[in-house]
């Protein structure tokens, strides 16, 4: 995969075309990195403290769904 490429996504604009900047792509990356960690020790210490899987699951997708775009055109 070379540095351009997403192990992620393949990110694109609203226009539909590609965010290319190996820069861009490589931040994108990093911060989903260190969020999918956040989660995962989020959702490991819900299940040791005896928390629904289900429950956490929901909880973590009902985070996303709440984002605020700021930037909205």
Not at 1 to 19: H, L
Not at 26 to 46: C, I, P, R, S, T
Not at 57 to 67: A, H, K
Request: charged share 25%.
């Amino acid at each position: 995969m070379s540095t351009a490429e997403s192990r992620w996504a393949r990110w694109v604009r609203d226009d539909g075309s590609v965010v290319s900047c190996t820069e861009k792509v490589k931040v994108m990356n990093e911060n989903l990195d260190e969020l999918q960690q956040m989660a995962q020790d989020l959702f490991e210490d819900g299940l040791l403290m005896e928390v629904s899987e289900t429950q956490m699951r929901d909880v973590l997708l009902n985070l996303v769904q709440q984002l605020h775009n700021p930037y909205q055109k």
